[in-house]
């Protein structure tokens, strides 16, 4: 292990190497349905410990995949992972599960698309399918601006070997036919950005895909378990108060969206952060005819169809900020008419459903990754509207950071000191709608 602590150092979390969890199959399936066997929980419940290696603050994608990495990559098993609610219960299960790597800058492009090739083969990775589902994705160019844009992520995009291309008006009717693009509408389609390899995941598979890796190699997930307070002594983390109790670690690693701020607030790290909700709706089922992902920044909406038929919309953050996870008129009767606009055929369809998450917006929209001016205090927060995507690369990074001490080259650009340095990540002109 690196310079955060010493591996199976004392206290309650040093379990054997985990049991392995039972293998989903087609032939366990039979054979647990003939035996009348049920499957085991997915991961267990533990009383609190004593003492960790690393202390992961939420049990999102972006915590439990750290814990995994850690364990699995790392063999640091000694690991807690604490949610002041339930697993998932965040960001992670509040987005609108659009997985890409189409971003502007090559640190960016290149970070994503490590996250969408271990999102590739994470099935196979967890054992648990998580209907990663590679249907395309589309962003709309509705002026001259936009289309210049377009043509600018797909040249970085292609510099750093990822599939984007421009294309035309004729090509977005061959692959999304219900989309209007007659040029009488108020924002005509020019052309748009396509990135065949993005699509849409099942995001809280992903999350209890992650979960159950992590508990069978001997991580403790601890739910409704909130931080209230984190001591550092002599510019060094030691223990983490909460509320079943203080357990003693030398680091804790902050992976919440929504509450970056406060957490670290509480070991005396100011952020630059401010949080604002993000909204999402999900319609009825209908029979399949939307095949990718649609994105419009000018009418700053955002559109997919589930396996099961729904359609889910989502837009821009709510322009105040805020910690409120609710839904609110505006924003659905917003959200409809500009979909509408796009998709004219689609206005019987009815709402069933909408919701909010929180989001950490940086001056950059870019994340903050790594160390802190405390040691043993480390990051990965600040995701704005982006973070499902990068679970799983940044799981991997910041598990590598905790076992190596060295911050991976992947994430050196998301550095909190860029802040001071003006080394910013410009990753706005990526946003999948103006935010
Ligand atoms: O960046 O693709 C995106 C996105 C979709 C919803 C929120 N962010």
């Given amino acids: 292990m690196g310079t955060y602590g010493q591996r199976g150092a004392g206290g309650q979390g040093k379990v054997a ?27 267990r419940a533990h009383e609190l410990g004593s003492r960790y290696d690393a202390v992961i603050v939420g049990a999102g994608v972006h915590g439990l995949a750290t814990a995994y990495y850690l364990a699995a990559n790392h063999g640091i098993t000694n690991v807690a992972v604490l949610d002041q609610s339930y697993l998932g219960g965040g960001g992670s299960g ?8 189409n971003y502007l800058t ?98 809280d598979a992903v999350n209890w895909g992650y979960a159950r890796a992590a508990d069978a190699l001997g991580v403790q997930i601890h739910q409704n378990t909130r931080v209230l307070g984190i001591d550092v002594e002599h510019g060094r983390v030691t ?69 099961r038929g729904e359609l889910v919309f989502g837009a821009s953050v709510d322009p105040y ?16 008419s500009h979909v509408l606009e796009l998709m004219p055929a689609i206005a019987k369809l009815r709402v069933l459903r909408q919701w909010a998450g929180l989001c950490d917006m940086t001056p950059d929209y870019s994340p903050i990754m790594g160390v802190t001016p405390v040691d043993g205090f480390l990051v990965d927060v600040g995701w704005g509207t982006y973070g499902f995507k990068a679970g799983p690369v940044s799981g991997e990074a910041m598990a590598e950071l905790v076992a190596t001490g060295k911050t991976p080259e992947l994430i050196s650009p998301f550095a909190l000191s860029r802040f001071d340095s003006g080394d910013l990540v410009g990753e706005k002109g990526a946003a999948a709608v103006g935010h």
């Fill in 321 to 336: 900020p805020s910690y409120s996870m609710r839904g609110s008129l505006e924003f659905i009767e917003e959200v409809a």
């Fill in 17 to 43: 190497r985990g049991r392995l969890p039972a293998k989903y199959s087609a032939l366990g399936l039979v054979r647990r349905g003939a035996a009348h066997t049920p499957w085991p929980r997915s991961w």
């Fill in 106 to 203: 090559p640190e960016g492009v290149r970070f994503y698309d490590r996250s969408v090739t271990l999102y590739e083969s994470l099935a196979s990775t967890l054992n648990f399918n998580v209907m990663f589902s590679q249907r395309g994705h589309l962003t709309l160019a509705h002026n001259d601006a936009s289309m210049r844009t377009m043509r600018w992520r797909a040249e970085v995009n292609k510099l750093e070997g990822v599939d984007s291309e421009v294309i035309g008006p004729d090509e977005v009717r061959r692959l999304a036919p219900y989309l209007d693009v007659s040029a009488h509408t108020r924002y005509p389609i020019l052309g748009a950005l396509y990135h065949p390899p993005g699509g849409i995941i099942r995001h």
């Fill in 94 to 101: 509040r987005n609108t599960a659009i997985l890409r790597a």
């Fill in 239 to 307: 223990a983490v108060r909460t509320t079943r109790g203080t357990v003693s670690t030398p680091v804790v690693i902050n992976c919440t969206a929504g509450w970056a701020t406060t957490i670290s607030d509480l070991a005396g790290v100011q952020l630059p952060i401010t949080t604002h909700p993000l909204q999402a709706a999900v319609t009825e089922p209908v029979k399949v005819f939307l095949r990718t992902v649609v994105v419009s920044g000018s009418l700053h909406v955002y559109v997919s169809q589930t396996d």
